[in-house]
């Protein structure tokens, strides 16, 4: 997708790859046929401008065809650049205003809970949305709610479009505010697949009526390593020649099943 357009943020869908899979094709429950299906989990993308990586799930998972990739981006396609909830099938929010993503989960908890259902909501967030006020009120609010369907995923990748999240507002110690604001908290390399599952398997089997959060330590570009190393990843300039270097280095790096 990102060669469809020769630019894109990549560096942060290739950093959250790992938690995408793990949600989708492992905690999550959904109908790829019925993406609006009632009982569905909810997968909530705060941070709109990694829609590119959210696509990448939705065509793996067989809710978007793969034949549209090509249109990323591109007038009238399903595939906007920042996720809208009225263009993408399994896309639930659009998220382009960073910072309310948590907010809408806590609305979607409640209104799970008062159907009695047993469906969750996933909300992923930025570690650069941890300096919006109106994520802690959101966490404050599903905390005194006690909902536990609620799971909370912070994509911590130390980057902003000025620097360094720590650098601009800090968030440190992100574990230890989302614990005194009475959330379950785990932190793990966010691309350790079997650490992430591990998390993920706690988060949902926690006994206690709070809803739960996986800060995950992701790397920028993950899986390239000549992308990893640059200074500015927050949004990747590829040259035309880098593209298949690139796919090159990720087919090298992928598990052998």
Not at 26 to 32: F, V
Not at 70 to 97: K, N, V
Not at 146 to 155: A, S
């Amino acid at each position: 997708m990102g060669a469809v357009q020769g630019q894109g943020y990549i560096g942060q869908a290739l950093g959250v790859a790992d938690v995408l899979a793990v949600s989708y094709f492992h905690a999550m429950r959904y109908e790829a046929n019925d993406p609006r299906w009632e009982d569905r989990d909810r997968f909530l993308l705060s941070i709109g401008h990694y829609a590119i990586a959210l696509y990448a799930a939705l065509i793996e998972a067989g809710i978007l065809p793969e034949d549209e990739l090509e249109t990323y981006g591109t007038d009238g396609s399903r595939l906007p650049m920042s996720g809208m909830a009225a263009y993408t099938p399994g896309m639930e929010i659009t998220g382009g205003s960073l910072g309310h993503g948590l907010g809408i989960g806590v609305g979607m908890a409640l209104g799970l809970k008062r159907k009695a259902s047993d469906a969750r909501v996933f909300t992923l967030l930025s570690d650069g949305e941890l300096g919006e006020g109106a994520t802690w009120e959101a966490a404050l609010s599903a905390a005194h709610h006690r909902l536990d369907n609620l799971i909370g995923v912070v994509d911590f990748n130390n980057q902003q479009a000025d620097g360094p999240s720590t650098e601009m507002l800090s968030a440190e110690p992100v574990a230890d505010k989302w614990a005194a604001f009475g959330w379950h908290v785990q932190r793990v390399d966010g691309n350790d697949i079997a650490a992430l599952v591990n998390a993920f398997d706690a988060a949902r089997q926690h006994p206690g009526e709070r809803p739960r959060v996986i800060v995950c330590d992701t790397r920028m570009c993950k899986g390239v390593p000549f992308l990893e190393t640059r200074e500015v990843t927050h949004f990747v300039r590829v040259a035309p020649e880098e593209w298949d270097k690139a796919l090159e280095a990720l087919d090298a790096g992928r598990p052998q099943s």
